[in-house]
């Protein structure tokens, strides 16, 4: 691998050992960037699916999957300031990398026993065959697992009309 990461020493890292790396990144930029974010019952799914709509435009991402449980967090306010922040307990996020026949799962969940946000690997192996992306550039996001917490996702709704509307005119 030419164009990824490096060892201390120059030494290019395989795709095996740069997509470790990738997951890691992704899971903590996810974990780092999101945390505070104002978040309620009505808006958990949507706050999700951004999240994972966000991290799918970042290379090697094969599929992402974020779940946001509000109930999780502390004292609701009042009135117009019902809601909470987004904290560790709430979020669980598992994200799947592909390079070539390399593939790494990886996840963030939330461990009471330790009172910490734990990143790990999931799984790290290679593909018995290459991907099938029918003409997607190398890298690039091919799907998303499937639906957030709550989600109502899929091609029936507003933005996914307007991009096949979009497409076809």
């Known amino acids: 691998m030419t164009d990824g990461p490096a060892d201390l020493h120059g030494t290019p890292l395989t795709d095996r050992e740069a997509l470790l790396f990738e997951a890691g990144i992704k899971l903590g930029g996810v974990f780092h960037q999101y945390l505070g974010t104002p978040v309620g019952e009505r808006t958990a799914a949507r706050l999700a699916r951004t999240i994972e709509e966000a991290v799918l435009l970042q290379p090697y991402v094969r599929s992402i999957r974020v779940r946001i449980d509000p109930a999780r967090g502390g004292p609701v306010g009042s009135g117009r300031f019902g809601y909470r922040y987004l904290i560790a307990e709430m979020m669980a996020v598992t994200v799947t990398l592909e390079r ?70």
């Open 100 to 169: 070539g026949r390399d593939v790494v799962t990886a996840e963030l969940v939330h461990r009471p026993d330790l009172r910490y946000p734990l990143m790990r690997v999931v799984s790290a192996h290679r593909s018995p065959r290459p991907g099938r992306r029918s003409g997607r550039r190398r890298g690039r996001p091919a799907r998303r697992s499937g639906p957030s917490a709550g989600s109502t996702g899929g091609p029936r709704t507003p933005r996914a009309r307007a991009r096949s509307i979009r497409r076809r005119g």
